[in-house]
């Protein structure tokens, strides 16, 4: 948790206008959450923060590249992440957080911690299926990729088709679409 402390901004003392916040995040961020999906993260976090008299602005923007293996062959690569976000704080009666764009902090809060907002960018930033590029243009080579070519189904051609033997009652019935 003490690594999690280093994401709280405490905007009391800020003069309000714009601040800047960079963050440098790597696989440590993400053990504190023990989430262990990625092999390494190399990845770059700006937040520009606005403070305004009622209300403060968070515009997250994050990018860089996570180790990730891929989802068909496991092979690990690296995945290229780039996404923003924007958050709205205001100041209420009690801490509501039930919109994800728009954060309600009781009115004597002094601090805001960031953390959870980075982590959910980054790990909603990653594409439900990871696919290696070299399968999207056919350069990997592994035994897992071989192994599945070997026992996938394969496709018949038009030909084989035709020259399969067709139950009689089934040409009858096609028949019947054709002799309108």
Known sequence: MKAIK???IQFV???????????HINNTFFSEYNYDEFNDANL???LLFEKKST??????????SLNVNCDVSNEPFNLDIEDDFKLVVK????????NEEILIIPHG????NVAQYIYELIVLAVPAKKVHPGIK???L??????KLEALSPEEQTKEEKDSEETDSRWDKLKKLLTDK
Do not use: C
Request: zero cysteines; charged letters at 25%; glycine letters at 12%.
């Open 44 to 46: 770059k976090v700006n």
């Open 109 to 112: 809060e002094y601090q805001i």
């Open 55 to 64: 209300l403060l602005e968070l515009g997250f923007s994050v990018s860089g």
């Open 91 to 98: 100041f209420g009666e009690d801490y509501n957080d039930d």
């Open 6 to 8: 280093a994401y709280t």
């Open 13 to 23: 003392g800020l003069k309000e206008g714009k601040h800047h916040f960079d963050y």
């Open 137 to 139: 243009n056919g350069t």
């Open 141 to 146: 080579k592994s035994d897992i990729l071989s």
